[in-house]
C-alpha cells in the first residue's frame, strides 16, 4: 500500500457518493471485507457523507430540532472516524509486525493512519474546490479564488503523499517504530462525560 492507492481509492469513493449524494445513502463497499481497500473506502465514506452534514447543519434557516439530530450524527461519525483510523493503524501494525528495527529507531509524531485520515479530507476538499472553480452560476473572481485555492490542495496533497510515503518506507526498513496512538475519546462515553453519568446518579 502507498498514498497513490490511497488517493486512488479516496477519488473512487467520493464519486460514488456524488452517483446518489444523500447522506442518508447505504454504504457498498466493493472492496473485499478485512482488506485494507475495504476500510480505505469505509474511512472516506464516513468522511464524505460527515461533510455534507457540516454543511446542512450550517443553514441558517435550519428548524433547531432537526439541526440538534444532525449535530448527533456528526458526533457519531466523529467516533466512528476515529475506530476506523485506528482500525486502519491495527491493520497497518500487524502488517509491519515481523519488520527487525534499527538501533536508531524512532517513533513519528503521528501514527499513517492519521496521515491518511488528512489526505482523505485533502481530497474531498480537492473535488469540492474544483466544482466550485467551475461552477457556471459563480463569478468569474469567485472562479479564480477557487482555482488558487485548488491549486494550492493539489500541492498539499502531493507533499502530503510523499511524506506518508516516506514514513511507511521508514517503517518498513525499520527506521521508524510502528505505535497506533488511541484518541480516547470521551464525550460519547456516558461513563465518561460529566454531563451523562450526573444525570443516571
Not at 502507498?2 to 442518508?24: G, M, P, R, S, W
Request: charged share 25%.
Amino acid at each position: 500500500m502507498d498514498a497513490t492507492a490511497c488517493n486512488k481509492i479516496f477519488c473512487k469513493t467520493i464519486d460514488d457518493y456524488h452517483l446518489i449524494d444523500q447522506v442518508e445513502a447505504p454504504l457498498a463497499n466493493p472492496y473485499p471485507s478485512g482488506t485494507i481497500d475495504f476500510l480505505l473506502y469505509h474511512k472516506c465514506w464516513v468522511d464524505t457523507v460527515q461533510w455534507h452534514l457540516e454543511d446542512l447543519v450550517r443553514d441558517p434557516a435550519i428548524d433547531p430540532v432537526i439541526g440538534l439530530q444532525l449535530k448527533r450524527k456528526i458526533d457519531a461519525s466523529n467516533q466512528l472516524r476515529t475506530d476506523l483510523v485506528e482500525q486502519i493503524d491495527d491493520y497497518l501494525l500487524q502488517w509491519y509486525s515481523n519488520k527487525e528495527q534499527q538501533p536508531t529507531v524512532r517513533i513519528n509524531t503521528e501514527s499513517p493512519a492519521w496521515a491518511i485520515d488528512r489526505l482523505s479530507i485533502l481530497a474531498l476538499k480537492i473535488y469540492h474546490m474544483e466544482r466550485e472553480a467551475n461552477r457556471k452560476e459563480a463569478t468569474p473572481e469567485h472562479q479564480q479564488r477557487c482555482a488558487t485555492k485548488l491549486a494550492v490542495l493539489i500541492e498539499q496533497r502531493t507533499d502530503l503523499s510523499l511524506s506518508i510515503d516516506q514514513l511507511l518506507d521508514a517503517i518498513q526498513a525499520g527506521q521508524v517504530r510502528m505505535k497506533v496512538y488511541r484518541q480516547m475519546k470521551m464525550y460519547n462515553d456516558a461513563t465518561l462525560n460529566p454531563v451523562l453519568y450526573q444525570q443516571k446518579s
